[in-house]
């Protein structure tokens, strides 16, 4: 329907921003200023950035890098678990990652797989 597996996902992301900023009072895709980054959904009260991440979980750098950016004090991230030929990839990746860089990072990471619930902190 939207042509190409990246504009589904973004109109999938778009459509979650939008019904979860309108039930918690969140803010839309915060533009970090100075950059072409932005939030995907962010507490500005709290300093909590969330992010869906519907890829294999590499994006959970540029995630850290654009909490940093804007100072905030915790990350979310709302990823999937999906097989490849070479295992699970997205939450496991993001997973396993985090737990190499949790010590060096001065932030508070929450990983969420959607189906299961399952977080990871």
């Given at each position: 329907?939207?042509?190409?597996?990246q504009?589904a996902?973004?109109?999938i992301?778009g459509?979650v921003?939008r019904?979860?900023a309108?039930?918690?009072?969140?803010?839309?895709?915060?533009?970090i200023?100075?950059t072409?980054?932005s939030?995907d959904?962010?507490?500005?009260?709290e300093?909590?950035?969330y992010?869906?991440a519907l890829?294999?979980?590499s994006?959970i750098?540029?995630?850290?890098i654009?909490?940093?950016?804007?100072?905030?004090?915790?990350?979310?991230i709302?990823?999937?678990?999906?097989?490849?030929?070479?295992?699970?990839t997205?939450f496991?990746y993001?997973?396993?990652?985090?737990?190499?860089l949790k010590g060096?990072?001065?932030l508070?990471?929450?990983i969420?797989?959607f189906?299961?619930?399952?977080i990871?902190?």
């Amino acid at each position: 329907m939207c042509g190409t597996r990246q504009r589904a996902n973004k109109r999938i992301i778009g459509e979650v921003q939008r019904k979860v900023a309108r039930k918690l009072g969140l803010a839309i895709e915060r533009r970090i200023r100075d950059t072409n980054f932005s939030i995907d959904l962010y507490d500005e009260r709290e300093r909590i950035c969330y992010e869906i991440a519907l890829g294999d979980g590499s994006e959970i750098f540029k995630d850290i890098i654009k909490t940093l950016l804007i100072n905030a004090k915790k990350l979310v991230i709302f990823t999937r678990s999906y097989p490849n030929p070479w295992g699970m990839t997205g939450f496991n990746y993001m997973r396993n990652q985090w737990k190499q860089l949790k010590g060096r990072v001065g932030l508070n990471v929450e990983i969420v797989e959607f189906m299961t619930g399952v977080i990871y902190s």
